[in-house]
């Protein structure tokens, strides 16, 4: 009995890691640039939709809502939500920052249910919820560049992409296919 007991212990602790440990790619970015401090940013997402958004700046910005579940919720499989919300050309230079073309758009999209606003809203979601809160990545956008952007339990990241054929990010690649550009 005992053995089983810590048999189901270690079972669950081992679970929890990855519950707790899990990141998942929300989209692929790749940049070409297209003139100075500007480039496009083409972005695909894991269910194959595509965008391409031509942005103003030394870096592609991209930002999202997260919904973190109380660590006992993702011991029950459930992991952080999230949804990105915008993409956005940022400069280095807080002084470009302020004078310089902004660009920015969104990546939402319309939904009859919004779970982030639900988490706001109504206090007894409040047993479930940890946290609602936004989060941002932001990565150089110099030259030819891929990048996943991953969402985990602490927020976004990105992460470069080596691809078959490509030079890993910011390594400068004719090989990468230039997108059009988004009406959005």
Request: proline share 5%; hydrophobic share 45%.
């Amino acid at each position: 009995m005992t053995l089983c007991a810590l048999l189901v212990s270690i079972c669950v602790s081992i679970r929890g890691y990855r519950a707790l440990a899990y990141e998942e790619v929300a989209a692929t970015i790749r940049t070409i640039p297209i003139g100075a401090q500007r480039f496009r940013a083409s972005v695909t997402y894991p269910d194959g939709r595509a965008e391409s958004f031509d942005l103003s700046g030394d870096s592609i910005y991209v930002d999202a809502h997260i919904l973190k579940w109380r660590p006992w919720v993702n011991l029950l499989g459930l992991h952080t939500l999230y949804e990105l919300d915008r993409v956005a050309g940022r400069y280095d230079r807080l002084a470009d920052e302020r004078a310089k073309p902004r660009t920015v758009y969104s990546l939402g999209r319309l939904k009859p249910f919004d779970l982030f606003d639900a988490a706001r809203r109504f206090r007894r979601l409040s047993a479930l919820v940890d946290a609602e809160y936004g989060s941002a990545a932001f990565v150089g956008a110099r030259g030819f560049a891929a990048y996943d952007i991953l969402v985990s339990t602490s927020g976004l990241l990105a992460r470069p992409v080596a691809e078959t054929g490509v030079p890993a990010a910011g390594a400068g690649s004719p090989a990468m296919r230039p997108a059009t550009s988004s009406g959005r």
